[in-house]
């Protein structure tokens, strides 16, 4: 059974720095695709970075230059590293996953799509 339990999220002032940890468990093969998912108060969730089976990286465009995503393979932990971040940033972060590879763009675009997904930790912006 795939477990995707995220942590690291909190509250941080307009311009810092915080970075959101996925811990995974579970995968029967190591060929997947995973990513990071938001949803901000009152709004629909927004597809922010998907990491692809090979390596590739799709960003949403608001956050790009800003955020990172990356994987620790030997661990099993993605992670989402997140700079200059600004209030409208403020959301629950979701981590998401699912086996195979090669539609990371398409999944950024579709992500409820995702067939794996954490509880989510709350990401706090404040002015």
């Known amino acids: 059974q795939v477990k995707l339990m995220e942590s690291g999220g909190g509250s941080v002032q307009a311009g810092g720095s915080l970075t959101l940890s996925c811990a995974a468990s579970?995968?029967?093969?190591?060929?997947?695709?995973m990513g990071w998912v938001r949803q901000a108060p009152g709004k629909k969730r927004e597809g922010v970075a998907v990491l692809d089976s090979d390596g590739s990286t799709f960003y949403a465009e608001s956050v790009k230059e800003r955020f990172t995503i990356s994987k620790d393979k030997a661990k099993n932990i993605l992670y989402l590293q997140m700079s200059s971040l600004k209030p409208e940033d403020t959301a629950v972060y979701y981590c998401?996953?699912?086996?195979?590879?090669?539609?990371?763009?398409?999944?950024?675009?579709?992500?409820?799509?995702?067939?794996?997904w954490g509880q989510g930790t709350q990401v706090t912006v404040s002015s």
């Open positions: 579970g995968f029967v093969h190591s060929k997947t695709m």
């Open positions: 998401t996953a699912e086996y195979g590879g090669g539609l990371g763009r398409w999944h950024l675009l579709n992500h409820e799509e995702f067939d794996y």
